[in-house]
């Protein structure tokens, strides 16, 4: 498999997306947060591009005027904002950061590296927004211009910035025994800080076995929506089961009876005193409905209802004693069920973790409704 790590991360984030935009190939216009990041990206290539004199502020501010694209913003104000906080990023990367004072190696430096071996071999791709020469080693650095900066454990795990070493150490092999003066980096454009970490051998060997166990999910061919936050700026909601059902006027299917259903459910789960009978009809026929368009969430006028399975697990008791006997934890668990292994797992190695997972199987599936009245 070809893959990029943005790929695994929507992968990640949402099942179904990376389903949409990497298999299916569905189209979507660019958000105004990515055309925003974008061109912020492309300023700071124009101001760390070697050249005898490095850009001065203003003519980076006439760089970014330059590139920046108002018709992705629905009105004048949110256009003016966002290009107001553009220039202050710029101007504040300058007053704490001198372009002259760094020995830049590459921007946007593209790599395409191996990981696996034998059949199970797979090729990662991507592009290193700045690779610099530091007095010590050397400093791999990507921006961000989210509006939310994560802990230092966050960086010190990034499984982006594990992949960006090894390309790195693809491109200089000899760097492997100056592992330690290697530094990777998060910049935080927005918050002016960076936020910056080492790896060792064995945390790239981590790091490469996660993108593997990834990649194997992505392979048994199940995608499912998952419902985030990032959900607000997917181009996707008209044909996510998730989502789709909010579409109704223009897909012009809906029936009086089946909007009817929907608001008489919503306004029965909340009551206090619910009638249990008209509820299990009323559900019946929003299940049947669902399975008919293909929807996992149906929106009224009351509020949205959002279909789920529960799932409840069972281990193998013989596989966990297995497990568990050689690192002195089988006495720990009075009963084999999730509770009581939930307690143990944080202590375990990473390994104990994952066999434990492998021996969890689903015991019974059952569809339920939830509601969110408006």
Not at 124 to 129: E, P, T
Not at 174 to 192: D, F, M, P, Q
Not at 224 to 230: A, Y
């Given at each position: 498999?070809?893959?990029?790590?943005?790929?695994?991360?929507?992968?990640?984030?949402?099942?179904?997306?990376?389903?949409?935009?990497?298999?299916?190939?569905?189209?979507?216009?660019?958000?105004?947060?990515?055309?925003?990041?974008?061109?912020?990206?492309?300023?700071?290539?124009?101001?760390?591009?070697?050249?005898?004199?490095?850009?001065?502020?203003d003519e980076a501010l006439e760089h970014f005027s330059n590139a920046w694209n108002p018709t992705v913003f629905e009105t004048?104000?949110?256009?003016?904002?966002?290009?107001?906080?553009?220039?202050?990023?710029?101007?504040?990367?300058?007053?704490?950061?001198?372009?002259?004072?760094?020995?830049?190696?590459?921007?946007?430096?593209?790599?395409?590296?191996?990981?696996?071996?034998?059949?199970?071999?797979?090729?990662?791709?991507?592009?290193?927004?700045?690779?610099?020469?530091?007095?010590?080693?050397?400093?791999?650095?990507?921006?961000?211009?989210?509006?939310?900066?994560?802990?230092?454990?966050?960086?010190?795990?990034?499984?982006?910035?594990?992949?960006?070493?090894?390309?790195?150490?693809?491109?200089?092999?000899?760097?492997?025994?100056?592992?330690?003066?290697?530094?990777?980096?998060?910049?935080?454009?927005?918050?002016?800080?960076?936020?910056?970490?080492?790896?060792?051998?064995?945390?790239?060997?981590?790091?490469?076995?996660?993108?593997?166990?990834?990649?194997?999910?992505?392979?048994?061919?199940?995608?499912?929506?998952?419902?985030?936050?990032?959900?607000?700026?997917?181009?996707?909601?008209?044909?996510?089961?998730?989502?789709?059902?909010?579409?109704?006027?223009?897909?012009?299917?809906?029936?009086?009876?089946?909007?009817?259903?929907?608001?008489?459910?919503?306004?029965?789960?909340?009551?206090?005193?619910?009638?249990?009978?008209?509820?299990?009809?009323?559900?019946?026929?929003?299940?049947?409905?669902?399975?008919?368009?293909?929807?996992?969430?149906?929106?009224?006028?009351?509020?949205?209802?959002?279909?789920?399975?529960?799932?409840?697990?069972?281990?193998?008791?013989?596989?966990?004693?297995?497990?568990?006997?050689?690192?002195?934890?089988?006495?720990?668990?009075?009963?084999?069920?999730?509770?009581?292994?939930?307690?143990?797992?944080?202590?375990?190695?990473?390994?104990?973790?994952?066999?434990?997972?492998?021996?969890?199987?689903?015991?019974?599936?059952?569809?339920?409704?939830?509601?969110?009245?408006?």
């Amino acid at each position: 498999m070809r893959i990029s790590y943005s790929a695994l991360d929507s992968y990640q984030n949402c099942s179904l997306k990376y389903k949409f935009q990497n298999i299916d190939h569905i189209k979507t216009p660019k958000s105004k947060e990515a055309v925003f990041g974008t061109t912020i990206h492309d300023t700071m290539k124009f101001i760390h591009t070697p050249a005898i004199l490095s850009p001065t502020v203003d003519e980076a501010l006439e760089h970014f005027s330059n590139a920046w694209n108002p018709t992705v913003f629905e009105t004048p104000d949110e256009e003016r904002a966002a290009f107001s906080q553009g220039v202050k990023i710029i101007q504040d990367y300058y007053q704490k950061n001198n372009p002259a004072n760094f020995n830049i190696v590459d921007l946007e430096s593209r790599f395409q590296i191996e990981i696996g071996s034998g059949e199970n071999k797979h090729i990662v791709s991507g592009i290193i927004d700045r690779i610099d020469k530091t007095e010590n080693g050397y400093e791999i650095i990507d921006y961000k211009t989210t509006k939310k900066m994560p802990s230092q454990d966050k960086v010190d795990n990034d499984l982006q910035l594990s992949v960006y070493l090894q390309a790195f150490l693809a491109r200089y092999p000899k760097e492997i025994a100056n592992i330690e003066k290697l530094t990777v980096s998060l910049y935080y454009l927005k918050h002016g800080v960076k936020l910056s970490a080492t790896r060792t051998v064995e945390q790239l060997k981590k790091s490469e076995e996660l993108f593997l166990d990834v990649i194997a999910q992505i392979e048994s061919g199940k995608f499912e929506p998952n419902i985030t936050p990032l959900c607000d700026w997917c181009g996707y909601q008209n044909i996510c089961p998730m989502w789709r059902h909010k579409f109704k006027e223009l897909r012009k299917i809906d029936t009086a009876e089946i909007d009817s259903a929907i608001n008489e459910y919503v306004e029965l789960k909340s009551a206090i005193s619910l009638t249990k009978d008209r509820l299990a009809e009323i559900q019946e026929t929003i299940l049947s409905y669902m399975d008919q368009e293909g929807v996992e969430r149906v929106f009224g006028a009351q509020g949205i209802i959002a279909r789920s399975l529960r799932k409840t697990y069972k281990y193998d008791d013989k596989k966990i004693r297995e497990i568990l006997e050689p690192l002195d934890k089988w006495e720990s668990v009075l009963k084999v069920d999730g509770v009581a292994l939930k307690q143990i797992l944080g202590v375990l190695p990473f390994d104990a973790r994952t066999e434990i997972e492998k021996a969890k199987v689903v015991d019974k599936e059952t569809k339920t409704l939830a509601v969110k009245k408006k």
